[in-house]
């Protein structure tokens, strides 16, 4: 996946905004909250952090391709770095950050949600 097509399939999702930030990352939000960053490291290429479920948190940890991600995952929180996409199924990524679209979204206030039109 290339950072023009990671912006646009995050774009596409219901109520995100866009931001960059931490030395250059696209860092996508819904209602306010991230749920998805897209880092560039001309050396190693790019990597996509997202939100996971607890059980897909533990099985991805452990899948090539995939690893914890710095910082969100040292604070215990269940968060999920893809630095090989160009290995993995079709479509893969895009199921994952749409799940972690969802999560975010569902932590929100029932106002919130209402507002920015995810009930």
């Not at 939100?51 to 968060?79: C, I, N, Q």
């Amino acid at each position: 996946m290339t950072p023009e097509r990671f912006n646009a399939f995050c774009a596409r999702l219901t109520a995100t905004s866009h931001v960059v930030q931490w030395g250059g990352a696209d860092v996508w939000k819904v209602a306010g909250k991230v749920f998805a960053v897209g880092g560039w490291d001309t050396d190693r290429g790019p990597a996509f952090t997202f939100k996971t479920s607890v059980s897909d948190f533990h099985f991805l940890s452990e899948e090539p391709g995939y690893r914890p991600a710095p910082y969100f995952a040292s604070r215990g929180m269940s968060w999920i770095q893809c630095v090989d996409a160009a290995s993995l199924p079709a479509g893969e990524l895009e199921d994952y950050l749409v799940a972690s679209h969802r999560l975010v979204a569902a932590g929100l206030s029932r106002k919130a949600r209402a507002e920015h039109g995810l009930d």
